[in-house]
Structures are given as structure tokens and as C-alpha cells.
T-cell receptor
Framework: RKEVEQDPGPFNVPEGATVAFNCTYS??????FFWYRQDCRKEPKLLMS???SGNEDGRFTAQLNRASQYISLLIRDSKLSDSATYLC???????????FGAGTRLFVKA | DTEVTQTPKHLVMGMTNKKSLKCEQH?????MYWYKQKAKKPPELMFV???????INESVPSRFSPECPNSSLLNLHLHALQPEDSALYLC???????????????FGAGSRLTVL
């Protein structure tokens, strides 16, 4: 079993749709949690950190459930420019071992 | 423009060649990383340097040899690679200075390696 597992993609949604991505992690030593975005043939870039209290950044909302070892990302009012691969990322206690999930591909259509 | 600079952007090498990938950051980050990414796969951690010391080696074959000459530079020396080593090699850095707290990575644009 992979340490970080994400919904298989791709997700094909129309502009304006709301889409949710899920992620589970298996290592209880996981300490910090993030969503990264990666465009085709580009490097990953931080989208947002994920906190136990939940956090929101514009159209994006992230949630963490430590008891269930579950992370989510909600994108509201999808834009064409949201088309990318979304990577769920966890970091172990100690801070340096950063593990990426396989990613979920999102296509937003006009 | 990315704040982590990687060179070269593209590299083609034979299995008997010796080459190096270079990475530079001037953000004052004290942790630097090498990741390998194959097509349609996530980045896989290879090495982590903290304060110029190797702190993580994810059982990477010895044909990959990392080096951290100073806090701003990270090299990956390549020798006797195999065609299956062809991939995008990503360098990253982070501000994490001790063993606590969140660890946000800033990635370079990557070096795309082809081994013939």
C-alpha cells in the first residue's frame, strides 16, 4: 500500500463546477500536510498548507482529519486555469521526508 | 521566474558518460533536496541535505552521487546511468532549519535527463 493515496483521475468538469479531491495517508508519523499543483511539464508549486482546523484560500478549501488520516481539497467555481495535476503531500515528523501522492489530474472544460 | 535555478534544463548522455546536474538557491534555505520524476508519476525523494550535511538517502543507487558544496549549491553527479534513469530531476529547497514545523518546498524547473 502506498503511503499517500489519492483519488484516481482524471476529473473532467465544466467551468463553474465544484470539485473535491480526497487523499489518505498511512503513516501516523506524518506531521505536516499540503496540496501542491503541477502543470504539464512544469515543477510542482505549493497551492496551500492544510491545517486541522481547516483553511480556505479564495475558491480553495482544505480539510484535515487526523483521526481518519484523511485530507481533502475543494475547488469552487472552477476556472479553465485550474486544469492541472493536484498532488497531496505529507511530511514526516522531523520535517525533511516529504512524500507525494500520485496526483489527481483535473481538466476544466469551457 | 523560479527562485531555485537548475542547470542544464536538458541533458542527453550515454551510459558511459559522467555528467552533473546543478542547483542554486539564494533564499537562505538550509535544506535542499533532489527528487526524480518519471512521466505521469509523482516526484520521488532521492536525497536531502540539511546544513550542507546529507540527512536522507532514499537507497539511491551509487551511480547517483549528491554533493552540497555550500548552503546555496547542490549538485548531482551522474555516472554509468541506465536508460531507465531517464526522468525529470527536480531540485527543491526549504526554510526548515530544525526538526519541527511545516516544511514548504520551493522547486526548481527541473533538469530533463535522457540516457541513451
Amino acid at each position: 500500500r502506498k503511503e499517500v493515496e489519492q483519488d484516481p483521475g482524471p476529473f473532467n468538469v465544466p467551468e463553474g463546477a465544484t470539485v473535491a479531491f480526497n487523499c489518505t495517508y498511512s503513516n501516523s508519523a506524518s506531521q505536516s500536510f499540503f496540496w501542491y499543483r503541477q502543470d504539464c511539464r512544469k515543477e510542482p508549486k505549493l497551492l496551500m498548507s492544510v491545517y486541522s482546523s481547516g483553511n480556505e484560500d479564495g475558491r480553495f478549501t482544505a480539510q484535515l482529519n487526523r483521526a481518519s488520516q484523511y485530507i481533502s481539497l475543494l475547488i469552487r467555481d472552477s476556472k479553465l486555469s485550474d486544469s492541472a495535476t493536484y498532488l497531496c503531500v505529507v511530511t514526516h515528523t522531523g520535517g525533511f521526508k516529504t512524500i507525494f501522492g500520485a496526483g489527481t489530474r483535473l481538466f476544466v472544460k469551457a | 521566474d523560479t527562485e531555485v535555478t537548475q542547470t542544464p534544463k536538458h541533458l542527453v548522455m550515454g551510459m558511459t558518460n559522467k555528467k552533473s546536474l546543478k542547483c542554486e538557491q539564494h533564499m537562505g534555505h538550509r535544506a535542499m533536496y533532489w527528487y526524480k520524476q518519471k512521466a505521469k508519476k509523482p516526484p520521488e525523494l532521492m536525497f536531502v541535505y540539511s546544513y550542507e550535511k546529507l540527512s536522507i538517502n532514499e537507497s539511491v543507487p551509487s551511480r547517483f552521487s549528491p554533493e552540497c558544496p555550500n548552503s546555496s549549491l547542490l549538485n548531482l553527479h551522474l555516472h554509468a546511468l541506465q536508460p531507465e534513469d531517464s526522468a525529470l530531476y527536480l531540485c527543491a529547497s526549504s526554510t526548515l532549519a530544525d526538526f519541527s514545523g511545516a516544511n514548504v518546498l520551493t522547486f526548481g524547473a527541473g533538469s530533463r535527463l535522457t540516457v541513451l
